[in-house]
């Protein structure tokens, strides 16, 4: 397997009202021989003021080419949160050529995720863009999580059939680089990013085998808690929506 960050796609908006900049992440994937962007709802919101622009091989930035579908609804009460791009067949094999397109057999799902299981958070930090000269950088960081208990998802008001919980505690982070415990950076901006499972039993510090369970949408920085969607929760969305992707039965 390739690093999941590399997977990990940064999405800009480019509005008449706001300036060009950072607004989420999405996570490229390969599934029943298609190619996926697959992000939160509230980053394809923002299509109603202007355009999702990801990077191109050549540098520049361009807009998403394919169709997206998401569940428009109150973001403040829903905890799915989930949209995708389908891509376009000639794009996707450019984005292919920057990015990593996560194929199925990297995919984790399993039904129940224990307590106190390690999984990581990914996607671009807001705070660390840099937008000048018509020229924008970014950089990836992943969040080391654990999951949450059964009570933490009742509190949150979260189906443990639909979301994934993990807490996080960003003033005892670990510096993948150096082993050291630090306060790590505010995550706001990784919204559509990925949720990867840690293999058991793991002595490293950047586990090499990290597989994709979910897409992550919010951050509560009260109580230091990610929330996400379950990565089957999405590819039933899509299956739905592309039924001819549909393995027969």
Known sequence: MQSQLESLIPIFLDSELNRFSLIGTGVL????????IVTAGHVIDALEVGYLMVPRLDGKIDGIKGVYSYLKRDRASDYLDIGYFKLDKNYASEL??????????????????????????GGFPYRKQNVAGGVATTKEYIFGAYHADSVEYYELACNPEDNIVAKYNRKKAVNPHNGKIQVSVLPHGISGGGIF??????DQIIPSNRKLIGIGHTYKERGGYFIGTRLEVILGAILKNN???AVPT
């Open 29 to 36: 994937i390969e599934f029943r021989g298609e190619v996926f």
């Open 243 to 245: 039924p001819q992707l």
């Open 197 to 202: 499972i840690w293999p058991a039993n793991t």
């Open 96 to 121: 292919k050529a920057i990015f990593y397109a996560i194929p199925e057999n990297e995919f984790g799902i399993k039904p129940i995720y224990s307590s106190k299981e390690f999984m990581s958070f």
